[in-house]
């Protein structure tokens, strides 16, 4: 009977192992950028200040494929957990972030331009916020990431 839970244990920890996760690394704390702002889409069109203040502007964003297939995002949100509040960037926008099409195995990516979203509610206190990243493996399977970044006033 032991050998048998030890064997069931055994085959669940490697098939955790084996699965593996993606992981985000962000900013900590997110303040509120009074003024209007500009996007990457707006900057690389020549165009200036096309977000709504306050807005906000996310310097760091890096993705660790920890799985063993590739990773193909599709869109990224920032969202606030008590305002309902949410920016998504996907498509061509997304791209413009610079985020790799492809994040193989054991791959770190970044974005190397700001993930910028504007009217941002903020309130009185410090809240949380949350970006996630989506998309799919080769298979088809969807996989999704969520950091929390501390919203301050």
């Given at each position: 009977m032991k050998s048998i839970l030890l064997?069931?244990?055994t085959l669940g920890a490697a098939s955790n192992?084996?699965?593996?996760?993606?992981v985000i690394e962000t900013n900590n704390h997110l303040y509120p950028i009074p003024g209007r702002?500009?996007?990457?889409?707006?900057m690389n069109a020549g165009r200036t200040e096309d977000l709504s203040a306050p807005h906000i502007s996310i310097s760091?964003?890096?993705?660790?494929?920890?799985?063993?297939?590739n990773f193909y995002p599709t869109r990224i949100t920032f969202r606030t957990g008590d305002m309902g509040y949410a920016c998504?960037?996907?498509?061509?926008?997304?791209?413009?972030l610079g985020l790799a099409d492809v994040i193989n195995p054991g791959m770190r990516a970044q974005t190397f331009c700001n993930m910028k979203c504007g009217a941002v509610p903020?309130?009185?206190?410090?809240?949380?916020?949350?970006?996630?990243?989506?998309?799919?493996?080769?298979?088809?399977e969807n996989?999704?990431?969520t950091a929390e970044i501390q919203m301050m006033n």
């Amino acid at each position: 009977m032991k050998s048998i839970l030890l064997l069931l244990a055994t085959l669940g920890a490697a098939s955790n192992v084996y699965a593996g996760s993606l992981v985000i690394e962000t900013n900590n704390h997110l303040y509120p950028i009074p003024g209007r702002g500009t996007s990457c889409t707006a900057m690389n069109a020549g165009r200036t200040e096309d977000l709504s203040a306050p807005h906000i502007s996310i310097s760091e964003l890096y993705v660790t494929n920890k799985t063993n297939k590739n990773f193909y995002p599709t869109r990224i949100t920032f969202r606030t957990g008590d305002m309902g509040y949410a920016c998504t960037y996907s498509g061509k926008v997304m791209q413009e972030l610079g985020l790799a099409d492809v994040i193989n195995p054991g791959m770190r990516a970044q974005t190397f331009c700001n993930m910028k979203c504007g009217a941002v509610p903020f309130s009185g206190h410090p809240k949380w916020g949350y970006l996630t990243v989506y998309g799919h493996n080769g298979e088809g399977e969807n996989l999704e990431a969520t950091a929390e970044i501390q919203m301050m006033n």
